[in-house]
């Protein structure tokens, strides 16, 4: 029996259908299956951890101190308690200070010690311990030190131990603070490390050991001193103002105009570029960076901070101070902290 024309059409049609359905159902299959979350592939917010993140670093400029007692460690400064909601916040494995205890003289040793015991109360981890040269630079972290030194004024080194579920090579890490010809130290600190990796330095420091070199360079982006370091193979992790803007500013302000934020540099000499000035660089054949951001509660969601126990100004110069972020205000900052995650390649 011959169909009608119509049946034809009718059949036809529900062929194709069916034959759409069957490859739409195949495609989304996929798509779910090999979806894996990444910080790239949704803007959210940089605090969060993706499950293969082996180690945190953060490193921040304090502003004189201004996280403890001040440089001569005798009562509690501005960033004190918003110190305490971003050390539990960040949840960082090793933190690289800059301006901590800052002093044209050193210190006394028992200033750097009580303020390592503040991290391991702050914490509930006792295993923290600290290297500085107790004029500014202070790193902390939670695994063991090998050795540490001044290499050059105002840029210290500490070799790091790392498990082996962190990481199947040790870490170097060099905390800077560039001054005065900024080129010229970070020449020095090149040099410094190509001895390491030769083998040719006084102390044996392994020459696989993963690298990182981060702070203040007092340099900008793409100028001589950052390119000195990255010329020589390290990557800058770049990190973004809570990983889900455009914005790279490391030194600055952000101001409010009706509500609505920008981040602008403290003073209008100086450009944008002129502000990127902390940076993470690093050189592994072992790990690699899963995740970047520049820490800035006063352009975060609500939801993020209540999540995270922080409050809106933990990041300005006093945090503590009423702010008016409905309305017009512009807040100083000074340096924003910077964070990467690595995971094992």
């Not at 069916?18 to 894996?36: E, H, M, N, R, Y």
């Not at 340099?219 to 770049?238: E, P």
């Not at 100004?313 to 807040?331: C, L, M, R, T």
Request: hydrophobic share 35%; with cysteine; charged share 25%.
């Amino acid at each position: 029996m011959k169909l009608k024309s119509t049946d034809r059409r009718f059949n036809l049609i529900l062929f194709f259908l069916f034959l759409f359905t069957c490859i739409g159902t195949a495609f989304a299959q996929t798509s779910i299956s090999t979806k894996v979350l990444t910080p790239t592939s949704a803007p959210i917010s940089g605090l969060y951890k993706t499950a293969d993140t082996t180690l945190r670093i953060a490193s921040y400029n304090v502003y004189q101190s201004r996280i403890y007692k001040g440089n001569d460690n005798r009562k509690k400064r501005d960033r004190y308690d918003s110190w305490i909601r971003m050390v539990k916040a960040i949840r960082a494995d090793i933190w690289v200070l800059q301006e901590m205890l800052y002093n044209s003289k050193r210190v006394p040793a028992s200033y750097a010690e009580e303020f390592t015991q503040h991290m391991r109360d702050i914490t509930g981890q006792n295993d923290w311990n600290y290297s500085s040269d107790l004029e500014g630079r202070l790193l902390l972290t939670r695994y063991k030190i090998k050795w540490n030194a001044e290499i050059i004024h105002r840029c210290h080194a500490t070799w790091i131990e790392l498990p082996a579920d962190v990481s199947s090579n040790d870490i170097l890490l060099v905390n800077v603070h560039y001054r005065n010809k900024t080129t010229r130290q970070a020449k020095q600190t090149m040099a410094f490390l190509d001895k390491v990796k030769r083998g040719n330095y006084k102390v044996d420091i392994p020459t696989d050991v993963s690298v990182i070199i981060c702070g203040d360079f007092n340099a900008s982006y793409n100028g001589t001193t950052y390119l000195t370091v990255k010329n020589k193979g390290y990557i800058d992790v770049v990190p973004r103002h809570d990983n889900i803007t455009k914005e790279v500013l490391t030194h600055g302000r952000v101001t409010f105009r009706n509500g609505k934020w920008d981040i602008v540099p403290n003073k209008s000499k100086w450009t944008d570029k002129g502000r990127i000035i902390d940076f993470i660089f690093y050189k592994s054949s072992v790990l690699e960076k899963c995740n970047s951001f520049i820490l800035n509660t006063l352009i975060m969601k609500d939801s993020v901070l209540n999540k995270y126990g922080l409050k809106r100004a933990d990041v300005a110069s006093k945090p503590e101070f009423d702010y008016n972020f409905n309305g017009n205000e512009s807040i100083h900052c000074d340096h924003f902290p910077i964070i990467a995650d690595f995971r094992i390649k």
